[in-house]
């Protein structure tokens, strides 16, 4: 049970160019959380997504910011024409349908935005 | 706004002391509190917490929950150089899946 993957771990764009940021949840588990964590600040609910649908996405910005929970695949968070205020560590979660006990996190992908 | 506050930001002991780290609250629908450690990658699960004054324990790691004012502690008994990390506390709020983090606190043991 390998976890929830999550590549690339550190990535680097340049303002304008676009982030693709991927998750594959834990195997059985049908939930995915995407979470931002700003250098010393909390982690940040951003979105919530299940298999083709989102569920809540009320922790999402309105603009440049998207995520997909493909029926194959893994869950990507797309963030376009990145700007400095986006860098940070993007977390992915997963969890059972239960809900069960506590999420289980991926290692994190650092954006960093130059 | 629901807010999750922990306290101290960060903290320096020694091995074998023993800490404990604070945990406070005030959300519109509690359904859970959780604890995480977080080294340099993923959080790590340690406890959740649903019933107040009910000690949830692993190891030399404790948690209580007290809902009437709305706080969690974390102690960790006997430190040891690999407990430095920075706990995480988060609450489950019912209705969504959503968690609410703090800021967390960063522990630093010396040996």
């Known amino acids: 049970n390998a976890g929830v993957m999550q590549n690339p771990r550190h990535l680097v764009r340049r303002r304008g160019q676009e982030a693709r940021l991927r998750c594959s949840p834990m195997k059985g588990h049908s939930h995915v959380y995407w979470y931002r964590q700003l250098p010393e600040e909390g982690l940040k609910f951003m979105v919530y997504l299940q298999k083709e649908n989102i569920i809540d996405e009320s922790g999402m910005p309105k603009e440049r910011f998207s995520a997909e929970f493909p029926k194959e695949g893994p869950s990507i968070l797309r963030i376009q024409q990145v700007v400095r205020g986006d860098s940070a560590a993007y977390f992915c979660a997963s969890s059972p349908p239960s809900g069960g006990y506590g999420y289980t996190f991926g290692s994190g992908t650092r954006l960093t935005v130059v | 706004e629901d807010k999750v506050v922990q306290s101290p930001l960060s903290l320096v002991v020694h091995e074998g002391d023993t800490v404990t780290l604070n945990c406070s609250y005030e959300?519109?629908?509690?359904?859970?509190l959780l604890w995480y450690k977080q080294e340099k990658k993923a959080p790590t699960f340690l406890f959740m917490l649903?019933?107040?004054?009910i000690e949830k324990k692993s190891g030399r790691l404790s948690s209580i929950l007290d809902k009437k004012e709305l706080f969690s502690i974390l102690n960790i008994t006997a430190t040891q150089t690999g407990d430095s990390a920075v706990y995480l506390c988060a609450v489950a709020l019912s209705g969504t899946y959503k968690y609410i983090f703090g800021t967390g606190t960063r522990l630093k043991v010396l040996a």
């Open positions: 959300v519109t629908n509690f359904r859970s």
């Open positions: 649903t019933s107040s004054g």
